[in-house]
């Protein structure tokens, strides 16, 4: 509990900048379902919306640690236990999203291709992380590296999806 408190502020940024992001993950989902119109991107829609709910929780679960802190250890550990698991929690939303929205793009044609097939790349990040709960403690196990590289592939299609949808070129008429 002493990491909570000595670190509150960055605790406190770093919750504000994750439902914020979170926010605009679901407004992201939801404009390019207005676009494409499909079952694959309205099934993204959906995945954003859960993998919003989970951060949502999963930053209570911070805050309530960097808040009100307690001098019960096992009160600590469940807490602490409770914000990696919803954390972990994240992966199955977030292979969802990126793997139907992936689907959307390549039957579509309105989004370069390449911006669906990244997202296959990205959905597969989030495959290990998920199998990464299974894993024996360590650098591998759940929490670990695959969920620090899925979260930053999930970033970085994100990016990369919304740079490819503001400078996309319109469709030629004819």
Known sequence: MTYYQAHRTGLEI?????AVGVMLLVLFAATLHSQLKSAPSLMAFGAA??????????????????YRPTS??????????????????????????????????VVSRSV?????LAAF?????????????????????????????SFVALLAWLTA??????FRRPAKPG
């Open 72 to 105: 019960d250890p096992a009160l600590a550990a469940l807490f602490s236990d409770f914000q990696g698991f919803a954390f972990e929690v994240t992966t199955f939303p977030g292979l969802a999203f990126l793997a139907s929205i992936g689907v959307a793009i």
């Open 49 to 66: 919306c859960i993998l919003a709910s989970c951060t949502l929780i999963e930053v209570a679960a911070f805050q309530s640690m960097a």
């Open 121 to 149: 790349l990205a959905a597969a990040a989030q495959a290990v992380a998920w199998i990464s709960l299974f894993a024996p403690p360590g650098p591998l196990a759940a929490g670990g590296v695959p969920d620090i590289v």
């Open 161 to 166: 999806g919304s740079g490819a949808l503001i």
């Open 14 to 18: 770093e919750s504000a900048v994750d």
């Open 112 to 116: 370069p291709r390449w911006v669906g």
